[in-house]
C-alpha cells in the first residue's frame, strides 16, 4: 500500500482501502470490578470498550450489549463516566444496573435519571422549572425572611 498521494498511481484502490479499515468497527464490551450491591439493589461496574478503527460508541449501544450480558432491559441501566484511552481505540467508564425501574426511580441522582429518560424512556422523568429572572427575585425575596416564612415565600409566588 503507498502512502504518499503524490507516488501513488490508482488512488481509488488507496481510498478503497480506508473504506473498507474505516467501516469494520467490531466492538468488544468487557466488565470488571463487578460487584451487587443488595443495599441499593443493583449490580455496579467498571466496563472497558474496544473500539479499534471507530469513534466512541454511543450510551444506546452500551446499554443495550450490557443488558444482553446481564439478562436485563436497557431501561434499567445507566452508563457514564467515559473516557477514551491516549491514541484511541479504548474507553472505559462506570455502569449500574438496578434491578427494577422503580429501585433506579429511588435511588438513582435527578441528573442521570433524566439522561436515562432522553436516552430509552422518552420523558418520564420531566423537571418543570421557572425562568431565571423569576427565580431569582424568588431568591432575592427570601432573603428577607428568616426561618420558615421562607417556604411560604417560594410558594405564594409559584401560584401567581
Known amino acids: ?9 490508482n488512488l481509488s484502490t488507496l481510498l478503497g482501502n480506508c473504506e473498507k ?25 467498571v466496563v472497558d470498550i474496544l473500539h479499534p ?4 460508541i454511543p450510551k444506546t449501544e452500551i ?13 434499567v441501566i445507566t452508563a457514564f463516566g467515559f473516557r477514551c484511552h491516549f491514541g484511541g481505540g479504548r474507553s472505559t ?5 438496578y434491578d427494577t425501574l422503580d ?14 429518560s432522553a ?10 422549572r421557572m425562568g431565571r429572572k423569576q ?3 424568588r431568591k432575592n425575596r427570601m432573603k428577607k425572611v428568616r426561618g420558615t416564612k421562607k417556604a411560604k415565600v417560594g410558594t405564594a409566588q409559584k401560584k401567581n
Open 1 to 9: 500500500m503507498c502512502y504518499s498521494l503524490r507516488y501513488c498511481k
Open 119 to 128: 436516552l430509552f424512556l422518552k420523558g418520564y422523568y420531566k423537571r418543570e
Open 21 to 45: 479499515i474505516m467501516a469494520d468497527g467490531v466492538v468488544t464490551i468487557r466488565t470488571r470490578k463487578v460487584m451487587t450491591n443488595r443495599l441499593l439493589c443493583r449490580k455496579q461496574m
Open 135 to 137: 427565580r431569582k427575585e
Open 63 to 75: 446499554c443495550e450489549r450490557l443488558a444482553k450480558m446481564y439478562k436485563s432491559t436497557p431501561d
Open 53 to 56: 478503527n471507530r469513534a466512541s
Open 103 to 116: 429501585y433506579l426511580k429511588k435511588f438513582e441522582p435527578k441528573y442521570r435519571q433524566q439522561r436515562v
Open 93 to 97: 467508564g462506570f455502569a449500574l444496573i
